[in-house]
Nanobody, 125 residues
Framework: QVQLVESGGGLVQAGGSLRLSCAAS????????MGWFRQAPGKEREFVAA????????KYSDSVKGRFTISRDNAKNTVYLQMNSLSPEDTAVYYC??????????????????WGQGTQVTVSS
């Protein structure tokens, strides 16, 4: 059973930065597509960023492009989300997710199989 555990969330002022980590256990996720989604109160879960299995391809939502960077360390079975220039609109629970076997990028939550429990990111104005 694959487990994804996020960490690194917290409270930060607008303009600040946070780095989220997602550590996978139970199976090596090398060469498997992974992503980050977020869900704000009263809103649907939305795509944030995705990375291909090799780490060479990435995709971002328009709202975070240029501010967030997704990366992965396959040796550590870990995916990261570096978040810069944070704004109150980025406040949400952030979820790490993984596809089952496919290495390609996906932006729909239905393309992912495993999900972490989420980590809260709160940006104060």
């Amino acid at each position: 059973q694959v487990q994804l555990v996020e960490s690194g969330g917290g409270l930060v002022q607008a303009g600040g930065s946070l780095r989220l980590s997602c550590a996978a256990s139970g199976r090596t996720l090398t060469n498997v597509g992974m992503g980050w989604f977020r869900q704000a109160p009263g809103k649907e879960r939305e795509f944030v960023a995705a990375i291909g299995g090799s780490g060479d391809t990435t995709k971002y939502s328009d709202s975070v492009k240029g501010r967030f960077t997704i990366s992965r360390d396959n040796a550590k079975n870990t995916v990261y989300l570096q978040m810069n220039s944070l704004s109150p609109e980025d406040t949400a629970v952030y979820y790490c997710t993984s596809r089952t076997y496919l290495s390609g990028i996906a932006i729909s939550p239905h393309m992912y199989t495993y999900w972490g429990q989420g980590t809260q990111v709160t940006v104060s104005s």
